[in-house]
């Protein structure tokens, strides 16, 4: 077998208890497109746990942040890594008093919050030492050869050049591969929609999240006064923001069912807050007026007939409780 047929394998068949080995094969990997093959000649090369570690806070850092993704089947005890990261995003969104989602690259979580990002590294580093490297290599239980070398408890691992190289020759493949198993895994864990989506876009740079002002005019229409739907007071002063009921993170998608004014303040201090009972009732009941006007004003384009689809189908209350699992 080639190294990329054994890589493969690996990832095909690595288990579903967490999504560790995912993460170190994309690291991993993503080291090998970066290593500079024309200035660097050695027949070997040393990775250090160290700048695996690096990359892997980054993969948490966004799955997490952005769709509060669950990396493991155990809710009571999860993932070391998770616990790690989760501390630095807590600690980073006390420091900046903001509770947006944020990519990694656009943070100083580094400098900002030195001494969690340090520890979280340790963290990991120890994580990625005990559960990982080794147990990377065998699969039920057999060790498959010819991949990397590396000795228990070391802070490094030695690959071959040209192993490297083929990592890096068909990266493209090997990223899909992981990012597909990855998502198998997440599927079990998770119950939320668009996963696959959700794993991919986080490769690119940009998380993009649409303007929502084409919404307006329809909210408008059954809330000409604009109340905030989450406190109940008229928005004066301001240009109303629009809210997702059901949090973005969770739905990553953006419908006229699911969207109401908001005061920017209160807007930003819900965050990704699950609604209560009451909000569901109160959005059904919007939603059947709302929809009730668009008809009669004779307006049909596709916002309207996805708002009847979703009252037809029960989507507020049927996202409301399966985005609490
Ligand atoms: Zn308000």
């Known amino acids: 077998m080639t190294l990329l047929e054994k890589w493969l394998h690996i990832i095909r068949n690595c288990s579903f208890d967490n999504t560790y080995k995912a993460a170190w094969s994309k690291a991993i990997t993503e080291i090998a497109v970066e290593y500079d093959f024309e200035n660097n000649k050695q027949e070997n090369v040393e990775i250090t746990l160290l700048s695996i570690a690096q990359k892997v806070i980054r993969y948490y850092w966004e799955q997490i942040s952005f769709f509060d993704l669950k990396q493991s089947g155990n809710p009571v005890k999860p993932p070391v890594i998770v616990s790690a990261v989760k501390e630095l995003i807590t600690s980073y969104q006390a420091k900046t008093g903001s509770f947006k989602p944020i990519k990694w690259f656009k943070t100083n979580a580094e400098d900002l919050c030195k001494q969690e990002y340090d520890k979280a590294i340790k963290d990991i580093v120890k994580a990625l030492k005990a559960d990982v490297s080794y147990r990377f290599l065998r699969i039920e239980g057999r060790e498959i050869e010819g991949i990397y070398e590396y000795e228990q408890k070391a802070d ?91 949090p973005w993170s969770y739905l990553y998608s953006d419908d006229l069912w699911n969207l109401v004014f908001a005061h920017q303040r209160c807007n930003s201090s819900k965050s990704n807050m699950i609604p209560n009972e009451d909000m569901i009732v109160r959005l059904e009941k919007r939603n059947s007026v709302l929809l009730n006007l668009l008809q009669k004003s004779g307006i049909k384009d596709k916002h309207v007939s996805e708002l009847e689809m979703a009252m037809d189908n029960n989507y507020v209350r049927k996202f409301w409780i399966a985005c609490q699992g």
């Open 156 to 246: 490094c691992l030695y690959i071959a050049a040209d192993n490297l190289k083929q990592l890096k020759d068909n990266s493209l493949i090997v990223f899909d591969a992981i990012n597909y198993r990855w998502t198998q895994m997440l599927e079990n864990f998770n119950h939320s929609p668009r996963i696959s989506k959700k794993v991919k876009i986080i490769d690119e740079d940009n998380i993009r999240r649409k303007p929502l002002n084409k919404f307006s005019a329809y909210l408008n229409i059954e809330n000409p006064e604009q109340l905030c739907f989450l406190c109940g007071y008229v928005i004066v002063e301001e240009a109303p923001a629009i809210d997702h009921v059901i």
